[in-house]
């Protein structure tokens, strides 16, 4: 049996060392161009070379996506980002489009093929097929129950891996193939620029009577009718990896640093917990709650899409605790950290630590690198140092409970 991946995502640089660094297998990412997620800073040639050849020196994984549904101009600029992926020494390459299948295959010829969600892949004569014409792994869509997914494994290769979603956002139409974004913006989704028209506010306008919003709930804010539950499967992947999935995707590029590393962190446990046939520690399950995030749900796992449409009428963010700083080194019973978000002398903090429960410190004696004693940090970047009695890892996460 292969053992299960962890799949995180990255936007920049800062999130890709923080997926490493908290236990992802591997890391998928995107080029400046070709992916569906254009607004984080993404990748350059020289970014993604560094990128792989510190994750190849880790053991790790590196896939680049090229998912978006290309026009015929895109077509043409497609050759030349493959060759770059291809001597970066990416490990994959995920596509959805059959014309970008052909053209990695001709271009970047020892990279391997993943066949992205978009296609929106529901049975397993479908994921034969991409199989064929040489795919190693198809990301399932994220319409598909538990048992569905299982029917798949039990039908297609075992050389053909699946990939399904476990932890994130998620759209509400099939498989993120919606012109909503396009029709009301100009922002094409399936070339990565959705602008998500369905988190927007709605309310219902009778054409007789123009200027006059009737809540479609009884709610004068509206309703958010397209606005997706988040997803969280922390306490079903022994179910998962039953199912036959061979990677466990968080869903996340747009998102920081902060999000990268508890996400991966939490579902690290997670994972090795059920290898192991353990029990999962009750602090994983509080993890996801520290992330800003809507409501939760199970997604399609456990139910069909008519059964529940896992819509979030509320609408927005739940978002209960805060990055204050990222820890740099420790030496001689003292942190020295930058910072991320302001922080008081006497703050409760928590320090999260790759594989590790959520330490309680208290910002104790900060000072600024002049060694001055300061009341509160002041600036986004500043370094600081604070006395601690237990060493914390470079790169730990210092969080702050909002008020």
Same mark, same amino acid.
């Not at 291809?86 to 014309?99: F, H, K, N, R, S």
């Not at 990896?241 to 579902?267: C, F, H, P, T």
């Given at each position: 049996?292969?053992?299960?991946?962890?799949?995180?995502?990255?936007?920049? !640089?800062?999130?890709?060392?923080?997926?490493?660094?908290?236990?992802?297998?591997?890391?998928?990412?995107?080029?400046?161009? =070709?992916?569906?997620?254009?607004?984080?800073?993404?990748?350059?040639?020289?970014?993604?070379?560094?990128?792989?050849?510190?994750?190849?020196?880790?053991?790790?994984?590196?896939?680049?996506?090229?998912?978006? @549904?290309?026009?015929?101009? &895109?077509?043409?600029? =497609?050759?030349?980002?493959?060759?770059?992926?291809?001597? #970066?020494?990416?490990?994959?390459?995920?596509?959805? &489009?059959?014309?970008?299948?052909?053209?990695?295959?001709?271009?970047?010829?020892?990279?391997?093929?993943?066949?992205?969600?978009?296609?929106?892949?529901?049975?397993?004569?479908? #994921?034969?097929?991409?199989?064929?014409?040489?795919?190693?792994?198809?990301?399932?869509?994220?319409? !598909?129950?538990?048992?569905?997914?299982?029917?798949?494994?039990?039908? /297609?290769?075992?050389?053909?891996?699946?990939?399904?979603?476990?932890?994130?956002?998620?759209?509400?139409?099939?498989?993120?193939?919606?012109?909503?974004?396009?029709?009301?913006?100009?922002?094409? #989704?399936?070339?990565?620029?959705?602008?998500?028209?369905?988190?927007?506010?709605?309310?219902?306008?009778?054409?007789?009577?123009?200027?006059?919003?009737?809540?479609?709930?009884?709610?004068?804010?509206? /309703?958010?009718?397209?606005?997706?539950?988040?997803?969280?499967?922390?306490?079903?992947?022994?179910?998962? @990896?039953?199912?036959?999935?061979?990677?466990?995707?968080?869903?996340? $590029?747009?998102?920081?640093?902060?999000?990268?590393?508890?996400?991966?962190?939490?579902?690290?446990?997670? @994972?090795?917990?059920?290898?192991?046939?353990?029990?999962?520690?009750?602090?994983? !399950?509080?993890?996801?709650?520290?992330?800003?995030?809507?409501?939760?749900?199970?997604?399609?796992? =456990?139910?069909?899409?008519?059964?529940?449409?896992?819509?979030?009428?509320? *609408?927005?963010? $739940?978002?209960?605790?805060?990055?204050? *700083?990222?820890?740099?080194?420790?030496?001689?019973?003292?942190?020295?950290?930058?910072?991320?978000?302001?922080?008081?002398?006497?703050? /409760?903090?928590?320090?999260?630590?790759?594989?590790?429960?959520?330490?309680?410190?208290?910002?104790?004696?900060?000072? %600024?690198?002049?060694?001055?004693?300061?009341?509160?940090?002041?600036?986004?970047?500043?370094?600081?140092?604070?006395?601690? %009695?237990?060493? @914390?890892?470079?790169?730990?996460?210092?969080?702050?409970?909002?008020?």
């Amino acid at each position: 049996m292969i053992t299960p991946e962890l799949l995180a995502p990255a936007g920049d !640089l800062e999130c890709f060392e923080a997926a490493l660094r908290f236990g992802a297998d591997a890391v998928y990412l995107g080029g400046q161009a =070709f992916g569906m997620r254009s607004a984080p800073k993404n990748f350059t040639p020289e970014q993604l070379t560094q990128a792989v050849a510190l994750a190849h020196k880790l053991g790790k994984r590196v896939y680049v996506t090229c998912n978006i @549904l290309p026009h015929p101009a &895109d077509m043409k600029q =497609f050759p030349a980002w493959l060759e770059a992926i291809a001597q #970066a020494g990416t490990d994959a390459i995920v596509a959805a &489009d059959l014309g970008v299948v052909q053209l990695a295959q001709k271009y970047a010829p020892g990279v391997e093929l993943h066949i992205s969600t978009q296609a929106g892949i529901t049975n397993a004569e479908a #994921a034969r097929i991409y199989h064929e014409i040489g795919a190693k792994r198809v990301i399932l869509a994220r319409e !598909l129950t538990l048992e569905e997914i299982r029917e798949i494994r039990k039908n /297609t290769p075992q050389t053909l891996e699946i990939e399904c979603f476990v932890h994130g956002a998620m759209c509400v139409s099939f498989s993120g193939r919606c012109l909503l974004s396009n029709y009301l913006t100009g922002r094409d #989704a399936n070339s990565g620029a959705c602008a998500q028209p369905c988190r927007w506010s709605y309310a219902l306008v009778e054409e007789t009577r123009p200027g006059q919003y009737i809540p479609i709930e009884e709610d004068t804010r509206g /309703t958010h009718i397209m606005h997706a539950k988040d997803l969280c499967m922390i306490a079903h992947i022994p179910e998962l @990896l039953d199912a036959g999935i061979a990677s466990l995707k968080i869903e996340g $590029r747009a998102k920081a640093a902060y999000y990268v590393a508890v996400a991966v962190n939490a579902y690290r446990v997670a @994972l090795d917990a059920a290898l192991q046939n353990k029990p999962l520690p009750a602090w994983v !399950l509080e993890e996801p709650q520290k992330l800003s995030h809507r409501e939760y749900c199970t997604g399609f796992y =456990f139910n069909r899409p008519n059964e529940a449409a896992q819509i979030n009428l509320a *609408g927005g963010y $739940r978002r209960q605790w805060e990055v204050i *700083g990222i820890v740099e080194r420790w030496a001689d019973g003292v942190c020295y950290a930058i910072q991320r978000g302001r922080a008081f002398a006497g703050d /409760t903090l928590e320090a999260l630590s790759p594989g590790q429960m959520p330490a309680a410190i208290t910002l104790d004696n900060p000072r %600024d690198t002049e060694n001055n004693l300061i009341e509160a940090t002041r600036h986004s970047e500043m370094q600081f140092s604070f006395r601690c %009695d237990f060493e @914390l890892p470079k790169g730990t996460v210092l969080r702050r409970k909002c008020a």
